[in-house]
């Protein structure tokens, strides 16, 4: 079974439904998949994919950023640096938006 994989500083949002949604560089997920969702080395549960779109950094939404659990652009677009690099993040590169719902 597919998984999606969260650190843990992310547990309490996602269980508390403030967190539907993450941006990844790449993925192997589709719509509809259902997916083992991990906090760390700890299983919280499963999820299903609602939606899979794909778009630049650039064109984040402030909504989608929101979602995402973070409270401005540049909260983010730190944290993903933290996570892929500031040189790939500096290049505006295409993202992956991805909405699960904890079953």
């Known amino acids: 079974m597919k998984k999606l994989v969260f650190k ?6 996602i269980l508390a439904g403030e967190k539907t949604t993450t941006i990844r ?3 192997n997920l589709k719509e509809n998949d ?9 299983r919280i549960g499963r999820a299903k ?4 779109s794909k778009k630049r950094l650039s ?3 402030e909504d989608e950023i929101k979602t ?7 909260d983010l677009v730190r944290n ?5 690099g500031n040189k790939v ?15």
Do not use: M
């Open 80 to 84: 993903l640096a933290k996570i892929y």
């Open 49 to 52: 994919i609602k939606k899979v």
């Open 89 to 103: 993040i500096s290049s505006d590169p295409h993202l992956y938006v991805i909405e699960f719902q904890l079953l």
């Open 8 to 13: 843990l500083d992310y547990a309490g949002k």
């Open 68 to 74: 995402d659990g973070f409270n401005s652009r540049e």
């Open 59 to 61: 064109e984040l939404t």
């Open 25 to 27: 560089l790449a993925t």
């Open 34 to 42: 259902i997916v083992e969702v991990y906090v760390g080395h700890v």
